[in-house]
């Protein structure tokens, strides 16, 4: 039996990006609350960063609701996201 996908949702832009921000907010609010350390190391302009990387990851996920599509994105985050780190830590002279 073939899984069933649901229907693409026909929700206002504006609402999406209302929702995105909301929630970039709360994994703001969730690290104040349970890393007061990490906020304090992170300032004002860390804080607005993790805000608004969270926001813009979000719109972007949202482009496509064809599920080779999204897979095919997900496993691109993947590896960029390995990439990057790895170059980070050789930038700093940390074990990788």
Do not use: C, F
Request: hydrophobic letters at 45%.
């Amino acid at each position: 039996m073939a899984a069933s996908v649901p229907a693409k949702l026909d929700i206002d832009r504006q609402l999406v990006k209302l929702i995105a921000m909301d929630i970039g907010k709360a994994v703001v609010s969730h690290i104040r609350t349970m890393h007061p350390n990490a906020a304090k190391a992170l300032g004002k302009s860390g804080q607005l960063s993790v805000r608004n990387a969270t926001y813009n990851e979000i719109i972007a996920a949202l482009e496509t609701t064809d599920a080779e599509e999204i897979i095919a994105r997900l496993e691109r985050r993947k590896k960029w996201r390995r990439e990057h780190h790895a170059a980070w830590s050789k930038i700093r002279g940390e074990a990788v």
